[in-house]
């Protein structure tokens, strides 16, 4: 093979590698690009709330996602603009399920987290408020009534979600009065959930309430000790007086929502 046919094959294979190399990196922001676009829709659909994401990385073949910068906007007429912050959001899933109709995950991972609670008389609570809506969107969700003469869907044809294991850990909660200007940061504790929607077969929506619940649990429990407040009495002392009536109101009406 003379020198000058060398030099050919090897543009070629340079080319051709270049372009490859290329289809790659369209594909893998493609990816990133669709999987983003599909949280916001799913996650605004289910809050009722604005979701935003700054950031995705993912591993199609590992079957990995790792947002950063995921944002859950407060409902209307909050002070805050967010009623959730998402530093790290990881999720690590078995890739061969996505085909099949029950799509396990293994893990999901979510730090550094930062919630706005922000009780109120006429609403009872920005989370509360949050929490009706993903209630409407598992509803609205369910397949509708068969028509006479049709045979019910299948549960073989239902796509149905489980959850390995679910962690959030290193969280931060900002209470604040709609009545005051005084608000009141408290930690928010490690919340664990494992083997969700295992034993029954629960959509993404419904995964999505049991995991929400959980966190407004969390979220209670840490609420519930600022300042020796208590579920039980619900009793301010003076030490936590400039909170205002409306984080008891607020507190009550968490307390109902979440089963304390």
């Known amino acids: 093979m003379s020198g000058k046919a060398k030099k050919v094959i090897g543009v070629a294979c340079f080319v051709l590698a270049a372009v490859v190399v290329t289809g790659i990196v369209i594909l893998y922001l493609a990816l990133n690009s669709i999987v983003a676009e599909g949280i916001r829709t799913f996650g605004t659909q289910a809050t009722g709330t604005k979701v935003e994401i700054q950031n995705v990385s993912i591993s199609p073949f590992g079957g990995s996602v790792e947002l950063k910068g995921m944002l859950v906007a407060n409902p209307k007429d909050c002070h805050e603009a967010n009623a959730f912050g998402f530093g790290r959001f990881y999720v690590d899933m078995?890739?061969?399920?996505?085909?099949?109709?029950?799509?396990?995950?293994?893990?999901?991972?979510?730090?550094?987290?930062?919630?706005?609670?922000?009780?109120?008389?006429?609403?009872?609570?920005?989370?509360?408020?949050?929490?009706?809506?993903?209630?409407?969107?598992?509803?609205?969700?369910?397949?509708?009534?068969?028509?006479?003469?049709?045979?019910?869907?299948?549960?073989?044809?239902?796509?149905?979600?489980?959850?390995?294991?679910?962690?959030?850990?290193?969280?931060?909660?900002?209470?604040?009065?709609?009545?005051?200007?005084?608000?009141?940061?408290?930690?928010?504790?490690?919340?664990?959930?494992?083997?969700?929607?295992?034993?029954?077969?629960?959509?993404?929506?419904?995964?999505?309430?049991?995991?929400?619940?959980?966190?407004?649990?969390?979220?209670?429990?840490?609420?519930?000790?600022?300042?020796g407040i208590k579920f039980d009495s619900i009793e301010l002392p003076k030490s936590t007086e400039n909170i205002g009536k409306d984080l008891k109101d607020g507190i009550k009406s968490l307390k109902s929502s979440i089963g304390l």
């Open 94 to 227: 078995d890739i061969k399920s996505v085909f099949s109709n029950k799509i396990v995950i293994n893990n999901i991972i979510i730090e550094d987290i930062k919630v706005d609670f922000e009780p109120s008389i006429s609403r009872g609570s920005n989370l509360h408020e949050i929490k009706n809506n993903i209630i409407k969107f598992c509803g609205g969700e369910k397949a509708a009534e068969p028509a006479k003469g049709n045979k019910p869907e299948s549960e073989k044809e239902k796509k149905t979600v489980v959850i390995k294991y679910f962690v959030i850990k290193n969280g931060k909660i900002s209470v604040a009065s709609s009545l005051v200007k005084t608000g009141v940061e408290v930690p928010m504790p490690v919340i664990e959930m494992r083997d969700i929607g295992s034993g029954d077969s629960k959509s993404s929506g419904e995964v999505l309430q049991e995991v929400y619940d959980q966190m407004l649990k969390g979220i209670g429990t840490a609420v519930s000790g600022i300042q």
